[in-house]
């Protein structure tokens, strides 16, 4: 019989234990397989491939179990890639070998994807044919990550300050070299940027990534990551590239980089022992906000796998398209889900910046990408009484029970006061150029510092609201700390940087604006501060309460909205109350003077009458 009277591929029905392997037998002219099912219990040893779907339409024609089976081109040219690396293995791919037309069958294999992962031999991760140096950028990766690593100081644990025109001097490529061009490049491909390889990382006994015909190791793309991440100035490096790679790569890379390292966090915290849940929630919510799901609902059934099985249990995995449009709702019930395992509200998911459509007020918006706009969290106790008796008591969020699919939780919190005034950041940025200047923001420090507490403490809390607590600057990494008043020296300091680049402006009007942080900076006290402006000012406003507290809040906030604690929570939130008089619209994290550390508990007395649900929606 003639491959094209060959009849179409029809599948058959598989149990709920059961999944089914291929084997390529050839890909040239045609790709050519076999496929059968097994018991997850009785299985042959199998690898899983990992790849990037893709998002072209174009297909070719196979043939599995001497019928007919359509593949796209992408998924075509990973298996004969494959076929270099792995002949005569059973391979699990998951646009084969789960039915995709059948979405209860998909909703079944898709929640027990983590145990296939775990009990595959190994994964084999595709990135694809060799391009743009990825040969180099393979073959001298682990060298370039060593010699990264040299330049951290062994015994003090930190990495010595290093201009990129020194690089050379240290044994590494200079700046402009195509091999960090390479590098950057391999972790802007397709496949760092979906959700779900963290967990077929995560989950791997090992992984081997496969690019073109080279082979590369788990531990070699994880180290470079680290390295990247812990040094700082190889992250600056993409930059540098940045007219030759194009700012989407450059953001493709950093993107990529990110959520290997977030995989790296996910898996150590679920191979600690003791508080191995929690860890693994908050990384998995981290993970969420990655960009890389093409269906909404993906962005919680990805990290289902890497979850505790009574958190599993009560996830329903479902495709059909009711669920699938009304995707908010499944976000939603899964953030409480979360909210009742873990022992503080996740405030660092909520960017000042990020709309949150389709969803409830209370939930992130999974997929909306990192937030580098967090605030300091660190040793902050605003809604943890102070007085031993109480503290067990809230090391945990006190959700109330008995929550339906409405849209909306109910936590337990105080009030604490209310938003009299707002002067948004936004003053500081140049409204042509959307950047920060140093006059700018030296101006804006100047204008409001008299709203701060007199005296040297007052600066000190006035500039632990702006930035956050000054307490890592005893760390001996940071040079020229001042031992006096921290706020008269940074603004020392900005004077004659904002001249200076003025004056590079005024010589060269066609050039791009000076960063706010000079390159030479990044290692002293002061660039320190300055990068953390850059983070924690856009979308954010400088405030007063109604009570003459300071506190930066999000933009989103309006005059009378309430500031509160959940009991339990880190931070003081923002809350501005529905049309209803009964509900409530989240805001979004803030932090005010005064009740970081607990204060309001001791202040008012007896606040466990004063406490109360709040019904968010």
Known sequence: ??????????????????????KILEVSPQIKFTMKSFSIHDAPEYQALSYAWGTSTEEEECVCNDARYRISRTLGQALRGLYRHAKSSWIWVDAICINQGDNVEKADQVAGMGELYAYADGVLVWLGEAADDSDLACMLLPELTNRIWALRDSEEGIWNPIKLDDLELHRLPAASDPLWRAAFLLYARPWFQRLW??????????????????MVEWHVVANFVSATIKSGFVGNLAVFH???????????????????????????????????????????MHVMLSQGASVKVDYVYAVLGMLSEAMREKVVVDYSDQVKQNYGLVHANFFRLCLEGTNDWPSLLFSPTTAR??????????????????????ACRAGRPTTTSFLPAFNSLPLATGEGGDGTVRITGLPVDTVKEMIPFQRAINEVTGHMTARRVSDFIKDYAPYAPKGLDGHRRFLGILIGECTWLKNHVFYNVPSNDVLESLLAFLEPLAAKQEQEVTANPDKLE????PEEQHRSWQGRYLNLVLHRWPGRSFGLTTSGRIMIL??????????????????????????????????????????????VFEATGDWMSRKQVFCLR
């Open 514 to 517: 000076p960063p706010l942080v």
């Open 197 to 214: 390889i963290v967990q077929e990382i995560v989950l791997a006994r090992n992984a081997l990534f496969l690019c073109g015909k080279h």
């Open 1 to 22: 019989m003639g491959e094209h009277t060959l009849p179409p591929y029809l599948y058959s029905c598989i149990g709920p234990d059961e999944f089914r392997v291929l």
């Open 357 to 378: 459509s389709h969803t409830p007020s209370w939930c992130p918006s999974w997929g909306s990408g990192w937030n580098a706009s967090y605030l300091p969290v660190v």
């Open 242 to 284: 940045v007219q030759d790679m194009g700012p989407d790569q450059v953001t493709r890379s950093t993107n990529g980089i990110r959520l290997i390292h977030n995989s790296m966090r996910l898996q150590e915290g679920l191979e600690a022992p003791g508080d191995k849940e929690i860890q693994g929630l908050d990384g998995a």
């Open 554 to 599: 999000p933009c989103d906030a309006k005059l009378g909205d309430t500031i509160c604690v959940f009991l339990g929570g880190t931070l003081p939130q923002v809350l501005s109350r529905h049309g209803d008089g009964v509900s409530w619209r989240y805001i979004g994290p803030a932090v005010v003077d005064g009740i970081m550390k607990g204060e």
